[in-house]
């Protein structure tokens, strides 16, 4: 399980890339300025308040952990809560 896409009330849609449960990846906002084609790769969350404090909260309220073995990824406890961490480390809000 990955967590693919985030929509926001009055906000964007926001489209997350990567594969698997590397915690590589990057996320992508439509819609901002209301071109829902038109694509921006965010350096960071922080100037869009709500999808902060969404991916912020996913990570606080988690108790599952990302392990690397060799060139691999496992997630450790409940798949949503695995998915969860691995969108807040790509956002680079994961603790």
């Known amino acids: 399980m990955v967590a ?3 929509w926001l009330p ?3 849609k926001v489209f ?3 594969q698997g449960l590397d915690p590589n990846g990057a996320l992508f906002v439509s ?7 038109a694509l921006e790769k965010l350096s960071s969350v ?3 308040p709500a999808l902060s404090a969404l991916i912020k909260t996913c990570s606080l309220c ?3 952990t990302l392990v690397e073995h060799g060139e691999e990824w496992y997630g450790v406890g409940d798949a949503t809560e695995v998915a969860l961490t691995v969108l807040a480390k790509k956002a680079k809000l994961g603790t």
């Open 4 to 6: 693919a896409d985030i």
């Open 10 to 12: 009055k906000d964007a």
């Open 16 to 18: 997350v890339t990567g």
């Open 31 to 37: 819609g901002r300025d209301g071109n829902m084609t």
């Open 46 to 48: 922080s100037f869009m």
């Open 62 to 64: 988690n108790s599952s």
